[in-house]
């Protein structure tokens, strides 16, 4: 009942939003030639104050909004906006979000004593505030919200071989936890020094430190897959963080930045604000080659993240590189995501995790796939009582799946799609999960419809 009463709120601000927004110039159909600037014109090689206001990036004047990527974080100038916007004379709204209502399968051939099934509506919304401050300045301003507790439970959705939180004092295994209420809340301001150069800082309570690609949620080449990865805590799990300082400068087509910030992750009580500590550290070194790529590589010490492991710290290194082709005239493009990740906790324990994901958009239709490797220990899969403490498990997972619009309302897509999963586990584990689990699921996804200005 909860869950339904979740879903009808959420679906009834997604509609006020989008009525709000119907009258904007922003929606699924390309300006006309007469607007105020011609929307064809490539606004990568424009000069920056010539475009218009607020079309730049979260955090540089002198990049395109296509850059943005979760956090601080950078993806291809290429990459599709899915998005709504309101512009004013120095400044710009931008409303961001998606909304799965599914129905979840993690057991389609038998029962296994580990699966298991549901209706959900996993969902994530955001809004973004950009203003110029002078002539070179850029002030930054973004929240992010979920409503998972209320559309998917207290202890998450099903997912199979997913682990890395807790839950009433135990160990969160095979479902994926619902996201904080407050997913991010965060400020930034970037001088511009020269078009080449920025220098910027940013603070977020919640916010996301320097470490990994863009969050999964926040990857165009996972935008239509529900469930997050089995990676997940080796690669982008610091994406709500209870107290985030990051600095950092743009240097052409290269970034660094560092970051200080609170190791711990949220706890099970998604409505609160967790206490901000600062005992962790990150940095990470961005390069964009050109506007189809988006290339990483990061290192972060985290000091006790895990509440039932307190006394653990862990060591995480990422590298990935992400890929969008240039959309074209009918909204057909293709994208995809390669992202390494390692958790070192010391002693030579060391777990790897590697993730390629790809989204082939035609017009109407998209087909997608995942394909997942990823370490994952006896305590992990809380697994002690039967297998040694440093036991390793290796995971395979390949999910494929594909949605089609059915319809827009306004400048929001109603879009129809089916997932399955093919999950592949070690034979030590097979009479927990059987020889191939199979998971699948339906869902009507609900997403701002693609903004077709060129970037």
């Known amino acids: 009942m909860k869950n339904f009463i979740g879903i009808v709120f959420m679906l009834a601000t997604l509609q006020v939003t989008a009525q709000?927004?119907?009258?904007?110039?922003?929606?699924?159909?390309?300006?006309?030639?007469?607007?105020?600037?011609?929307?064809?014109?490539?606004?990568?090689?424009?000069?920056?104050?010539?475009?218009?206001p607020g079309m730049n990036h979260a955090y540089s004047l002198s990049l395109p909004m296509s850059r943005n990527g979760s956090g601080t974080s950078w993806s291809p100038d290429n990459t599709p906006m899915y998005m709504m916007?309101?512009?004013?004379?120095?400044?710009?709204?931008?409303?961001?979000?998606?909304?799965?209502?599914?129905?979840?399968?993690?057991?389609?051939?038998?029962?296994?004593l580990r699966s298991d099934a549901q209706f959900d509506a996993p969902n994530w919304f955001m809004v973004m505030y950009n203003r110029q401050v002078g002539k070179n300045g850029l002030l930054n301003v973004t929240g992010m919200f979920?409503?998972?507790?209320?559309?998917?439970?207290?202890?998450?959705?099903?997912?199979?071989?997913?682990?890395?939180?807790?839950?009433?004092?135990?160990?969160?295994?095979?479902?994926?936890?619902?996201?904080d209420l407050f997913a991010a809340l965060s400020v930034g301001y970037t001088q511009r020094l020269s078009?080449?150069?920025?220098?910027?800082?940013?603070?977020?309570?919640?916010?996301?430190?320097?470490?990994?690609?863009?969050?999964?949620?926040?990857?165009?080449?996972?935008?239509?897959?529900?469930?997050?990865?089995?990676?997940?805590?080796?690669?982008?799990?610091?994406?709500?963080?209870?107290g985030v300082a990051t600095i950092g400068v743009r240097v052409d087509k290269f970034k660094l930045e560092v970051s200080d910030f609170t190791g711990r992750e949220p706890d099970e009580h998604r409505y609160n604000f967790d206490p901000m500590r600062f005992d962790s550290y990150s940095y990470r070194l961005s390069y964009n080659p050109n506007k189809s790529w988006a290339l990483q590589f990061s290192q972060a010490y985290l000091h006790s993240p895990e509440l039932l492991h307190p006394e653990e710290n862990i060591w995480r290194y990422t590298a990935s590189a992400l890929y969008a082709s240039p959309v074209d005239a009918k909204g057909k493009?293709?994208?995809?995501?390669?992202?390494?990740?390692?958790?070192?906790?010391?002693?030579?324990?060391?777990?790897?995790?590697?993730?390629?994901?790809?989204?082939?958009?035609?017009?109407?239709?998209?087909v997608y796939g995942r394909y997942e490797f990823v370490q994952k220990s006896s305590e992990e899969l809380a697994l002690e009582e039967a297998f040694d403490h440093d036991k390793i498990f290796n995971i395979h997972k390949l999910t494929i799946g594909t949605n089609r619009k059915l319809f827009a309302a306004g400048p929001v897509d109603f879009l129809l799609g089916a997932q399955l999963s093919v999950n592949l586990p070690p034979p030590s584990l097979q009479s927990l999960y059987r020889n191939i689990p199979l998971a699948g699921q339906v869902y009507l996804q609900i997403r701002p419809s693609l903004n077709k200005m060129k970037m």
């Open 146 to 179: 979920s409503f998972d507790a209320l559309t998917v439970g207290k202890s998450g959705y099903p997912l199979l071989f997913q682990s890395g939180e807790s839950f009433e004092g135990k160990t969160l295994v095979d479902r994926q936890h619902p996201h």
């Open 333 to 366: 493009y293709f994208t995809s995501a390669f992202v390494w990740g390692m958790n070192d906790i010391g002693k030579n324990d060391r777990e790897h995790s590697l993730l390629l994901e790809g989204t082939q958009q035609f017009t109407k239709q998209a």
């Open 195 to 242: 078009k080449k150069v920025d220098v910027f800082g940013y603070f977020g309570y919640p916010g996301e430190p320097a470490i990994s690609a863009p969050t999964f949620m926040h990857r165009i080449s996972a935008m239509n897959d529900p469930d997050a990865p089995l990676s997940h805590h080796w690669q982008d799990a610091t994406h709500i963080t209870f």
């Open 85 to 112: 916007m309101k512009h004013g004379k120095k400044d710009m709204w931008m409303f961001h979000g998606s909304i799965w209502l599914r129905y979840n399968n993690q057991e389609l051939l038998k029962k296994a």
């Open 20 to 52: 709000h927004q119907h009258n904007m110039n922003m929606t699924d159909t390309v300006p006309a030639k007469d607007s105020m600037m011609d929307m064809n014109m490539d606004m990568g090689d424009m000069d920056r104050d010539m475009q218009m």
